[in-house]
């Protein structure tokens, strides 16, 4: 079965520095997808970005960007910049390409920003 | 164009009832996934719908069902509640095209049982 470990239950960061969030994730399979979703205190779980696991090029949303080491099975997200509005809870989430879709999450990642 | 929608957003029962939660999502998705976020056991996958059909289901009992109808929108049905159902439930919804599948997230319902 596939399973996603975020190992940091918090982290925070001063606002306009830069911050990683650590996600590690085991499958046997080849093809699949990562992704990054933040959950601010609305509690509406927003899309932050997405990695396909057959590009060899780590993804980048604006001030978002991910470092993908397939080998490694880590999918760490990078925020530059900070800003007051990234503060959230971050979920690292794993979906088999074909058959069921369904996301796995890992435990999540309390971001907090300092002023 | 409109995100998803989710009915109601908050819902108070007692224990033994019965609730059903309602989903609507993005125009031009087919697929529509539930989720429960319970506190302290993160996001659990409950159930996938496509097309009209069931195509997933997580490990729940029978008592958490589901429908999806013709215009794609969906209905979480619950029974016999218990205590430990209190939980967000979250919606999503995916069109299933040719690389974009990704799933974008309803509000949300805030499910209590006293």
């Known amino acids: 079965a596939q399973t996603v470990t975020q190992s940091q239950p918090e982290m925070s960061v001063q606002e306009a520095e830069t911050v990683t969030l650590s996600c590690t994730y085991d499958?046997?399979?080849?093809?699949?997808?990562l992704f990054w979703y933040k959950q601010p205190p609305s509690r509406q779980m927003i899309l932050v970005i997405r990695q396909e696991a057959y590009k060899q090029q780590n993804a980048t949303e604006n001030r978002f960007s991910v470092n993908f080491q397939k080998a490694a099975k880590s999918f760490s997200l990078k925020i530059s910049d900070s800003q007051l509005g990234d503060a959230a809870m971050y979920f690292c989430?794993?979906?088999?390409?074909?058959?069921?879709?369904?996301?796995?999450f890992g435990q999540g990642t309390r971001l907090t920003i300092n002023p | 164009e409109a995100g998803v929608t989710q009915s109601p957003t908050h819902l108070i029962k007692t224990r033994g009832q019965q609730v059903t939660l309602r989903c609507s999502p993005i125009s031009g998705h087919t697929s529509v996934y539930w989720y429960q976020q319970a506190l302290g056991l993160g996001l659990q996958f409950l159930l996938w719908y496509d097309e009209g059909e069931e195509r997933n289901r997580g490990n729940f009992p029978p008592r958490f069902s589901g429908r999806q109808f013709p215009n794609y929108s969906s209905e979480l049905n619950v029974n016999a509640l218990e205590l430990e159902d209190s939980a967000l439930y979250l919606c999503?919804?995916?069109?299933?095209?040719?690389?974009?599948?990704?799933?974008?997230f309803g509000p949300g319902t805030r499910l209590t049982v006293l």
């Open positions: 999503a919804s995916s069109s299933d095209r040719d690389g974009e599948d990704t799933q974008y």
């Open positions: 989430a794993y979906a088999f390409i074909q058959g069921a879709q369904k996301l796995v």
């Open positions: 499958t046997s399979e080849s093809d699949y997808y």
